[in-house]
T-cell receptor, first 114, second 111 residues
Framework: AQSVTQPDIHITVSEGASLELRCNYS??????LFWYVQSPGQGLQLLLK??????LVQGIKGFEAEFKRSQSSFNLRKPSVHWSDAAEYFC????????????FGGGTRLMVKP | AAGVIQSPRHLIKEKRETATLKCYPI?????VYWYQQGPGQDPQFLIS???????DKGSIPDRFSAQQFSDYHSELNMSSLELGDSALYFC??????????FGQGTRLTVV
């Protein structure tokens, strides 16, 4: 069975600083990988996804993620964080059609200092 | 652009009551997924439907049932509610072989 680990429960960065959120997965085949963002009490918004091909994936809001098979990782990065990026971030691995039967990691709560 | 619509947005029920949550997928999407997110937890996959047939099943309790109708909307029926059923319930929709889009969720509180 697939699993996802997000080692950092909370991360605080200063506005304008760079960001990297870690994600490690366990999956028997080539994974479908996703990053979602959730603001408090809100739904899940897809930031980016990896299905195949180029291992560096560009997403919305200036985010990118790199799939590293050798490390079973799919870390999310942003070069300069904005205060509006404060939210909960979930990494997920997918199975089923288009990988939409998702197993989520525990999430990383990002706080942004002014 | 049209999004996934879930109703109601908030629901309060007493223990042992029944609740029905509704999900209206993005137009032309043929697949619906249900997730449960407990307080401070990550979302857990419950069940999915493709073309009105159940396609995958996750950790859905036997007290819960779901179906997808001919207009592709879906309903999650929850009976004999327990306090532990209090959660945010998400519906997502997709075309087969494309990524899923999530609704805003229904917050169920069982008292």
């Amino acid at each position: 069975a697939q699993s996802v680990t997000q080692p950092d429960i909370h991360i605080t960065v200063s506005e304008g600083a760079s960001l990297e959120l870690r994600c490690n997965y366990s999956y028997g085949a080539t994974p479908y990988l996703f990053w979602y963002v959730q603001s408090p009490g809100q739904g899940l918004q897809l930031l980016l996804k990896y299905f195949s091909g180029d291992t560096l994936v560009q997403g919305i809001k200036g985010f990118e993620a790199e799939f590293k098979r050798s490390q079973s990782s799919f870390n999310l990065r942003k070069p300069s964080v904005h205060w509006s990026d404060a939210a909960e971030y979930f990494c997920a691995v997918g199975a089923g059609n288009a990988g939409n039967m998702l197993t989520f990691g525990g999430g990383t709560r990002l706080m942004v200092k002014p | 652009a049209a999004g996934v619509i879930q109703s109601p947005r908030h629901l309060i029920k007493e223990k042992r009551e029944t609740a029905t949550l509704k999900c209206y997928p993005i137009p032309r999407h043929d697949t619906v997924y249900w997730y449960q997110q407990g307080p401070g937890q990550d979302p857990q996959f419950l069940i999915s439907f493709y073309e009105k047939m159940q396609s995958d099943k996750g950790s859905i309790p036997d007290r819960f049932s779901a179906q997808q109708f001919s207009d592709y909307h879906s309903e999650l029926n929850m009976s004999s509610l327990e306090l532990g059923d209090s959660a945010l319930y998400f519906c997502a929709s997709s075309l087969v072989s494309t990524e899923a889009f999530f609704g805003q969720g229904t917050r169920l509180t069982v008292v």
